[in-house]
């Protein structure tokens, strides 16, 4: 595992940000031949086009417009095959929905961020090491960057990845929250003493907020408490501190607020390029919730079955089936006015990327309310306004459709495939509770665990790490299962194995990171912060 993050990743890097920067540009005044810049030529008029490449490589993206940047297909698996199916956010019938591993499946995201993602994100920072907002703002991605790997694999390469070497050793998962935790800090310190209003290195690439120092210390704070909230069980003390923190220093409260990628021919969004074309459609858990709770959003994802029927129908596919197990059944797509390609295959290039949404916050508040932390409401008010705030984010305003959902007592529902198939194991519907707040504390828990797995969609990396850490039975167990580990069978998926090229060409590194993942390398072995 050789990840050189200087003169030859370099020279890919600014190949792919010289197209992703190529809308604004910012990128042509840059006259040098990227394969021939040594590190000393870093300065601060390429950091912005290596913190494009770390943005949008960041989310898993890719484009065949972007070299370095690589293809969609890697959202498609290191995403849609691997952490959506899992969770039931979609289903196409590739292996990973019976939990398996199949097809190196597990290495294209690990690929992807080891040799573009994390080498464009180190070029920036070497780029603006005199610059201490555009700095701040860097750590500030790098943490989450990095979250969504090490809470997918379990300890990985991090103080030393880039290090050049022939061995890169890997991090425990509690030395690097330790260490995002320490880096937020610094951000938030930096940041909130600045006088400075935008990045100007950052900000003619900065897809996300045009280069805003306050937007992106929000974001910051956002970032450090739903950390906080994933570690509430392993340190409730150190949970409380970072999430109380947080909040006072202020996150997201409001949806413009909210982190999206702007997508553009240049940089499209994967998930509406492949969704459909690929086969993805509704899955039964889905169905489940949103047709029982007659939630508003349902017609905003998914398709009926008839579009033209009086009675819209919608159907979901229970995942873990079986090879063909369903024929040709038809299940509901995803609704291309929303997620799919759109009117004349232009909305991959118009519907921008959701990264973090401010509803999660309230959400988490809400959760946090109930450990007896201060975040600043109490907990029903902060549910209720998370619920208000997803809505109003997919267009959902009208106050008589938002209040009669809110105060919902339908419960979800069994899915319409046991109209067909009436034998499958499907009777145990797994979410029992309505929308409307519960009297019960361990209800209200469920209810918060369910909201957030709405609201967080599609952005399933951390939908998948919350269902993890909360251990809310909200989506069903898969139908069926192709693996033996133990701690997988057919419950929900604990993480990500290593790729098979980390055995072959860094070995020790690997083994020691086994260690230090405390069981075996497989998908049923819990994280540190998942000890439930």
Known sequence: MKYRFKIKTLGVALMAVSILSSCTGDFDEINKDPNSLTEDQLDATLAGPAFASALYAGIHNGSYSSPGVDDQGTWGIATGILSSTFI???????????????????????????????????????????????????????????????????????????????????????????????????????????????????????RVYAGSVDKWRIFGNSMRLRLAMRISDKDPGKAKTQAEAAVAAGVMQTNDQSAYFKASNITPNNLNMIVNSWGYVMTASMESILVGYQDPRLEKWFAPLDATATTKVYRGNPVGGLEDQFGTTKFSAFNNDVLGNGAANTLSETKNIEIFMASENYLTRAEGALNGWNMGGDAKT???????????????????????????????????????????????????????????????????????????????????????????????????????????GKSLMKRIIYTTNEYSSNKAAVEDGIVKLGGADSGGTRLWWDTK
């Open 382 to 488: 902060l549910y209720e306004t998370g619920i208000r705030l997803s809505l109003a984010q997919w267009n959902i305003t009208d106050a008589n459709v938002v209040n009669a959902y809110i105060n919902g007592s339908t419960l979800p529902t069994l899915p319409n495939i046991l109209t067909l198939y009436p034998t499958l194991d499907l009777q145990d519907i797994p979410v029992k509770l309505p929308v409307a707040w519960s009297s019960s504390v361990a209800n209200q828990r469920t209810q918060i665990a369910v909201q957030k797995y709405l609201a967080v969609f599609p952005e399933s990396w951390e939908a998948w790490a919350d269902l993890r850490r909360s251990d809310a039975k909200v989506i069903y167990p898969v139908l069926n299962t192709d693996n033996p580990d133990a701690g997988v």
């Open 88 to 206: 039931h956010y979609l289903n196409c019938g590739y292996g990973t929905e019976r939990n398996a591993f199949v097809n190196g499946y597990e290495g294209r995201g690990w690929t992807r961020f080891y040799t573009v993602a994390a080498p464009a994100l180190a070029n920036a920072l070497k780029a603006s090491e005199t610059n201490a907002e555009a700095t701040a703002i860097l750590k500030i991605w790098k943490v989450f960057m990095y979250n969504q790997m090490v809470d997918a694999y379990g300890p990985i390469p991090y103080t030393q990845a880039g290090n050049g070497k022939e061995s890169v050793p890997y991090d425990s998962v509690e030395f690097i929250y330790e260490d995002f935790f320490k880096l937020l800090d610094e951000a938030n310190a930096t940041l909130t003493s600045s006088s400075t209003a935008t990045v100007a290195s950052l900000a003619p690439n900065d």
